[in-house]
T-cell receptor, first 113, second 114 residues
Framework: QQQVKQSPQSLIVQKGGISIINCAYENTAFDYFPWYQQFPGKGPALLIAIRPDVSEKKEGRFTISFNKSAKQFSLHIMDSQPGDSATYFCAASIGTSGSRLTFGEGTQLTVNP | ETGVTQSPTHLIKTRGQQVTLRCSSQSGHNTVSWYQQALGQGPQFIFQYYREEENGRGNFPPRFSGLQFPNYSSELNVNALELDDSALYLC?????????????FGPGTRLTVL
């Protein structure tokens, strides 16, 4: 059962533009929502994460927006750069202490110079 | 502080064989999880270890097994390899009791089953 759905599958953005990736979840018990960035041949790297008690979290050029009632969350990359070209995964989990992560299908982001 | 390391980087096996993959957790972490990532897909949770015992398992058959050692390193063992087992196997470590469920991944082991 796919509990986290991610869109779009691929995204092309011009340098300096805003990249937006969306995720929707089904399980209302999820209470931790991280985003991971993965380059070819590498493991996923934690970018930013949010808990449902806040609606937005910003770290540098990366912002997570969270809508608990709609069961949706999104990643915004401001001033996108060619170095941001990678695959991005949203994920969700229940509780603390290293609980299992359920990942979305991934978004291949390409930022053109 | 050292990150999560995995070995080997690449591995080629034939169907029916057995394989052991290894992981060293990030310093200060005491949980380790294993994920399977098929080409073009998101990682799928296999299982997690804490205090040297399995602490949660995903939808994977018993031929996938693991170990966690007192130094928090870990092994993933897969018996009777099938062609569909070809994937990137990722190890992630974390800290039990942490308010934030941060999981840090290693670079992965690319397994090819012929």
């Amino acid at each position: 059962q796919q509990q986290v759905k991610q869109s779009p599958q691929s995204l092309i953005v011009q340098k300096g533009g805003i990249s937006i990736i969306n995720c929707a979840y089904e399980n209302t018990a999820f209470d931790y929502f991280p985003w991971y960035q993965q380059f070819p041949g590498k493991g996923p790297a934690l970018l930013i994460a949010i808990r449902p008690d806040v609606s937005e979290k910003k770290e540098g050029r990366f912002t997570i927006s969270f809508n608990k009632s709609a069961k949706q969350f999104s990643l915004h990359i401001m001033d996108s750069q060619p170095g941001d070209s990678a695959t991005y995964f949203c994920a969700a989990s229940i509780g603390t202490s290293g609980s299992r992560l359920t990942f979305g299908e991934g978004t291949q982001l390409t930022v053109n110079p | 502080e050292t990150g999560v390391t995995q070995s080997p980087t690449h591995l080629i096996k034939t169907r029916g064989q057995q394989v052991t993959l290894r992981c060293s957790s990030q310093s200060g972490h005491n949980t380790v999880s294993w994920y399977q990532q098929a080409l073009g897909q998101g990682p799928q949770f296999i299982f997690q270890y804490y205090r040297e015992e399995e602490n949660g398992r995903g939808n994977f058959p018993p031929r996938f097994s693991g170990l966690q050692f007192p130094n928090y390193s870990s092994e993933l063992n897969v018996n009777a390899l099938e062609l569909d087992d070809s994937a990137l196997y990722l190890c992630a470590s974390g800290r039990s009791g942490s308010i934030y469920n941060e999981q840090f991944f290693g670079p992965g082991t690319r397994l090819t089953v012929l």
